[in-house]
């Protein structure tokens, strides 16, 4: 068979006149219509009417002799007193058999038993009952004491002592009226059970009340008992964990360890926000010489050198191609008294959703604002994003903030330039509900590292200011009360398939605690989970608490009754699941009057849902809380008053003075957020 292959051959000019006289015509095979070649077949497949003599290789002499069994047994020429000659003969002349047995056992006279070979007529013979024929035995064996048995050793070893069997002693069960007689054996040492062979029988017997007494078994089967392996025990598929005091445990933590805080940093676009911090933890040693030396080849070979630092934090290619910060970026740095999980939140107008996100977790934030000429007022003037931040921030939880005026390099450290800045900031976000005391001001350069982490070297900076660096005032927030004995509840922010994990969630916990084999139930599915797997802050742990950023592996659930917003909790206190509420809201500075039935999106957590206020119940005094009007026709700009919302579907919520985390939420329309909220009753 002639093989073409179109690689060698120019298939473009081929003539295919030439290509048919071929036996493989062009296009088709001869593997097409067979499934081997028959070549192959000829060699490799075994045809029943080509059989020839079974093999005896058991009865070699040697195992020289065994190289002709691969063309076919042939008998070999041996001396007339060997055995293999007399058993050759007898095979080839059709006059031995193979006993019943199937074993080549010879008894202590010169005879063959009923598990060896054995003349036909002399076997004709013995089961007719025609006496007990002494057959031709050769010089070769060895016979034993009528007493005792043999096995002959196919290894070349001769007769051997067969391995006698002893039948178990008999125990009397009385269990039935007439005694029954079961066979009792010692288990063995590897931990099997041995049984008789009619043990099934006689305890289905027993069960049922028969009195017929029982069968005796037959010689035979009592001289090969069987064995019974014992039951396998299956591993439980809810892994078992040791049950500690978490609230103890956390006790502990807090007295001997250092405080744990999360941190957002937020701010307009383009403020510096992740040059920043990813200076910061250049400067603190979380990013090596070497990375960051990547870092910068890579960034100048795009354009954009100074946006090395920003990689640090910017880790997906379109943020690191478009220059800006799309999602929320988390990492894990420590100072001297606080263990800080960073939150970098995106600045850009198009992913406030996502800056709600990070601002949902967080304790503490850091507002950052650029100190050029022109880029503060962009961004704090109506339309920027370092006041809506700043609301969003407020209204979210967080108390605390630092304002880090970067970019003082620009303006050479001017304390004109910084005084003015904060000047405007101080009256805007004491208007937001910000205490003056809780607000501190560090003048810092992302891009140079100055008065980062370290006292500044800058003559012109040293001359006028005298604070702490931005890492000194990381380090004196005050870490809030965790509500750790509260019911559990758990926020789902990212839901993903490790490799070799199974599906894992990761978030913050709310209130409560959690630990290893803990069961949760995650609601709106209503469906039950098992903690398989627990990690807080990229450390494997037993057990979390409030506060923590956890990443769980859970099982017992598919991944299709998960989603973003859904709440793990406790099964004996879930949360509860809801279409409409009860609330109170802070309306901003909106340009349309919010009426009844005006269409919104609801910021809860990670959770994005349509929502309608279909009832304005009351308007409020803002400073007081005092009731001004009932049943009000709209809602202006800088007010307050008590709604009805509707979701779209049901949501999990929480009343605001049970569970702060879960009572708030945000209301936008058209791009911009027109009002803060917090549930005061669920409907």
Known sequence: LQLKMSRHRNVRKLDYKEEYGYEDVYGRSLEDEVAISPSTAAEFIFHREQ?????????????????????????????ATSPLATVSAGVASGSWQRGEGGKDVVDGSNRAPSGG????????????????????????????????????????????????????????????????????????????????????????????????PARTPSPCADRTPRTHPPPVQRSISRSKHQQIDVVEEYKKREETGKGQINLVVIGHVDAGKSTLMGHLLFLLGHVSKKAMHKYEQESQKVGKGSFAYAW????????????????????????????????????????????????????????????????????????????????LARSLGVRQLAVAVNKMDTVDWSELRFSEIVQKLKAFLKQAGFKDSDVSYVPCSGLTGENVTKTPTVPELISWYHGPTLLERIDHFTPPLRPVEKPFRCCIADIFKAQGAGLSIAGRIESGHMQLGDSVLVQPANEVATIRALSVSDDSATWAVAGDQIVATIAGIDITKLSLGSVLCSPEHPVRVTSRVQARIIV????????????????????????????????????????????????????SAVIELEVSRPVCLELYQDCKELGRFMLRSRGNTIAAGMVTKIL
Not at 157 to 165: A, C, H, N, S
Not at 613 to 629: A, D, H, V, Y
Request: net charge negative; proline share 7%.
């Open 51 to 79: 059989r020839e003599t079974p093999s005896l290789k058991s009865y070699f002499d040697s195992r020289d002799q065994q190289g002709s069994l691969d063309a076919g047994w042939k008998p070999q020429a041996h001396s």
């Open 312 to 391: 640090v934090l910017d880790e997906t290619g379109e943020e690191r191609n478009r220059g800006i910060t799309m999602d929320v970026a988390q990492q894990q740095f420590e100072t001297q008294n606080k263990l800080v999980t960073l939150l970098d939140a995106p600045g850009h107008k198009d992913f406030i959703p996502n800056m709600i996100t990070g601002a949902a977790q967080a304790d503490v934030g850091i507002l950052v604002v650029g100190s050029a000429v022109g880029e503060f007022e962009s961004g704090f003037e109506s339309g920027g994003q370092t006041r809506e931040h700043a609301l």
């Open 588 to 639: 901003f500075n909106i340009e349309v009057p919010i009426t009844t039935g005006f269409s919104v999106i609801l910021h809860y957590q990670s959770l994005n849902e349509p929502a309608v206020i279909r009832q304005l119940i009351s308007l409020l005094n803002k400073n007081t809380g005092e009731l001004i009007k009932k049943k009000p026709r709209c809602l202006s700009r800088n007010s």
């Open 117 to 212: 070979w054995q003349r036909r007529e002399e076997r004709e013979t013995t089961d007719s009952g025609g006496g007990e024929p002494v057959p031709r035995v050769p010089p070769g064996f060895k016979p034993l004491p009528k007493d005792e048995g043999g096995v002959y050793d196919k290894g070349g070893g001769g007769v051997r002592p067969k391995t006698e069997v002893t039948r178990p002693p008999e125990e009397v069960v009385s269990l039935s009226p007439t005694p029954v007689r079961v066979s009792t054996v010692t288990a063995p040492k590897r931990g099997f059970v041995t049984l008789g062979d009619n043990f099934l029988e006689e305890e289905r017997r027993i069960r049922s009340g028969s009195s017929s």
